[in-house]
């Protein structure tokens, strides 16, 4: 058997497949061994910041412990460290932005998505809407400072005035503060809500809508009760993505927020957050300082890592869902 | 890997300057004075070719991190150095040198008002610890009698990066203001009880320009090259001095400098003095190795000594007060002692 079929043609083209088989076993073997590294390398990087974040910030957490998260004041010539202040304005002014970007956000979404505009104008729109996204955050702080402080002082002022008892308005604006920087922030997460929830919103079953538009519901319908419910969970995870780029967002807030370490419940009052002062400080920074502001990273790098893993595994749901419909 | 990046840059800066017979100095620190060294160095590379002056304007706190583990010949900072700091420094001490000096203003937005705003002494520290709320204060009323202060909120400017800046205004304000010692104290950042932060002088002054009603501190050099208005203050003699290179040398030309050259002047004497004068200062050691380092010693001495001379001559143009006469013998002396 061997020996007859040493010159036929399908035994050439075995050894030629086998030859073919080992070279690209080999490839196969050495490419998987290349993404195993490099997707395992990016978990070991994470990793690694996070451990040398910790031991920087090791001084700091021995000294003040937990009671340094609900400590409330920042002063560096006696070295008494606490960041509620820094954590308050974090996730006020992230949630302030969220507020406001969200409802815009999804309407964009459904704009985009749905057939208003014929898809050539569309898609230019979906390029304009991601562009805001490469637009540096300097530039963004600058606009704040030159076009949307004039806005908010003398709106501020005149709350204040006017409604001065509402804890909101409670002080006058100084220019920069928390309303001015929540309504940059705002702009500058819109793109990531508004595309992510476009895309959650085009996984909506086309025959279900031709099903409910069939049935003699109005567009209004469709997208309130078909594609609204069902891109939902995909939408607040887009919501949440954009919370966790709004907390780390670092130059457009040291421009805008006031950077002072105070708490007030007055939407005009200055304030800080934990990237803003982190840039401002560590330049100059000596000794324990260093260390608290290492702690403030690691709280930071937390609450960011948090909240990303709750938008991934709710993004991962909305999957789900759809793929049983 | 701050450590190592700074390395990696400093060694690509000598890398592409490395000549025959150049010499190429490497230095970093203080913002503050950062033009007129910029300005200094490129003069003195005109001058001679053959020695390279890189500075980096890093901040003072950096800058002396960078002095203390060797990775620059000689550092830059306004608050000199400490005495621990010093005694980090391997291999021998550390020579301070004061090269230029600067004033510190009290910059403002005031609609309507042309002529300067006196402040007494007891009024702008008060101010900084929002104690003075409005404009039309009482005490700053009877202070301008020529003056209709308009009824607005005082709004606080300070620095909200670490600054030299800062170290010197809080280090004034606290030795005129005993509350102001005990609320706040002095450093390159403090905890501020009122107001807004920006970053960097651009920041302050942003905050002044935008919203009437502002008070701020910021560098003379700035204030006077983009033309905010400057407060006039009462110095210790009781006069209200406004802020000129005059009066800021006059300030500085009183100071009794001790043999380590490290004076903070945060509260001249003089019935001519501005109140806010700093020093700023350069970081040698007193010795460099001629192994290691050929030729750095001798390079620095020549540096400094025209920088004491000649480059004083640049001072005024730039918005920084030339030294008097005295300091500068002092400083040569110290310079000197550099091998």
């Not at chain 1, 000596?286 to 938008?311: C, D, R």
């Not at chain 2, 500075?55 to 800058?63: A, N, R, T």
């Not at chain 2, 192994?291 to 001379?309: E, S």
Request: overall charge neutral; some cysteine.
């Amino acid at each position: 058997m061997q020996t007859a079929t040493a010159s036929s043609p399908a035994a050439k083209t075995q050894f030629i497949g086998n030859k073919r088989a080992q070279q690209s076993r080999a490839f196969d073997t050495a490419f998987s061994w290349a993404t195993f590294i490099a997707s395992w390398g990016t978990v070991v990087l994470l990793l690694w910041i996070a451990v040398q974040v910790g031991y920087a910030a090791l001084p700091a957490v021995q000294k003040y412990g937990l009671g340094f998260i609900i400590g409330t004041q920042w002063d560096p010539v006696n070295d008494q460290y606490g960041a509620l202040p820094l954590i308050y304005g974090t996730l006020v002014s992230s949630a302030l932005a969220l507020l406001m970007s969200t409802p815009l956000g999804v309407a964009i979404a459904i704009f985009l998505t749905e057939d208003y505009l014929p898809l050539k104008l569309r898609s230019v729109l979906k390029f304009l809407v991601e562009l805001l996204a490469a637009i540096p955050s300097v530039i963004y702080g600058l606009w704040g400072i030159y076009v949307v402080i004039p806005i908010t002082t003398p709106m501020g002022n005149w709350l204040n005035e006017h409604a001065g008892w509402i804890p909101l308005f409670s002080t006058p604006s100084s220019g920069p503060g928390f309303l001015p920087a929540a309504f940059v922030l705002a702009i500058m997460i819109l793109p990531t809500i508004a595309a992510l929830s476009a895309s959650a919103l085009r996984t909506t079953p086309m025959a279900l809508k031709e099903g409910a538009a069939a049935l003699g519901a109005t567009r209004w319908d469709v997208i309130l009760q078909i594609s609204l419910p069902i891109a939902a969970s995909g939408i607040f995870g887009a919501a949440v993505l954009g919370l966790g780029r709004a907390m780390g967002e670092t130059m457009a807030l040291a421009m805008l927020v006031g950077n002072n370490n105070q708490i007030s419940a007055s939407l005009f009052a200055p304030a800080n957050t934990i990237a803003s002062l982190l840039a401002n400080s560590f330049g100059e920074a000596t000794g324990l300082e260093v260390a608290a502001l290492m702690y403030l990273s690691f709280i930071l790098m937390m609450l960011t890592l948090g909240i990303n893993a709750i938008a991934e595994l709710i993004l991962e749901r909305t999957g789900a869902t759809v793929r049983h419909l | 890997m701050k450590k190592l990046f700074a390395l990696a840059i400093i060694s690509a800066f000598s890398l592409c300057s490395a000549g025959a017979d150049t010499i190429t100095l490497n230095s970093s620190g203080a913002t503050f004075p950062a033009p007129i060294y910029g300005r200094w160095f490129a003069e003195y590379n005109k001058l001679h070719p053959d020695v390279r002056i890189n500075y980096q304007s890093v901040g003072s706190g950096q800058g002396i991190k960078s002095f203390t583990d060797g990775l620059t010949d000689f550092g830059a900072s306004d608050a000199a150095m400490a005495d621990d700091e010093i005694a980090k420094v391997k291999d021998g001490g550390v020579v301070l040198l004061p090269m230029t000096a600067g004033s510190i203003v009290l910059s403002y937005n005031l609609p309507g008002i042309t002529a300067s705003v006196q402040l007494p002494r007891d009024v702008y520290p008060a101010i900084f610890l929002g104690e003075i709320k409005r404009w039309n204060d009482p005490k700053i009323v009877a202070a301008n009698p020529g003056l209709t202060l308009p009824d607005l909120p005082i709004t606080v400017a300070y620095r909200a990066d670490g600054s030299g800046t800062t170290y010197n205004f809080t280090n004034h304000l606290a030795a005129i203001s005993p509350e102001f010692k005990t609320k706040v104290g002095s450093g390159k950042s403090v905890k501020w009880p009122v107001g807004v932060g920006g970053k960097g002088n651009e920041g302050v002054a942003s905050q002044i320009k935008g919203t009437p009603g502002t008070i701020g501190y910021v560098e003379y050099g700035y204030a006077q090259q983009i033309k905010l208005p400057m407060a006039t203050l009462q110095n210790q003699a009781g006069k209200f001095v406004a802020p000129t290179p005059d009066s800021g040398s006059t300030a500085l030309s009183l100071v009794a400098l001790p043999d380590n050259l490290r004076a903070f002047v945060t509260d001249p004497a003089g019935d001519g003095s501005y109140p806010i004068v700093t020093f700023t200062w350069w970081l040698c050691h007193t010795q460099y190795d001629a192994k290691t380092k050929p030729g750095v010693a001798d390079a620095i001495k020549a540096l400094a000594g025209w920088c004491l001379t000649d480059g004083q001559k640049l001072a005024p143009e730039l918005g920084y007060l030339p030294l008097p006469a005295n300091v500068v013998a002092k400083v040569q002396a110290a310079v000197g002692q550099i091998k």
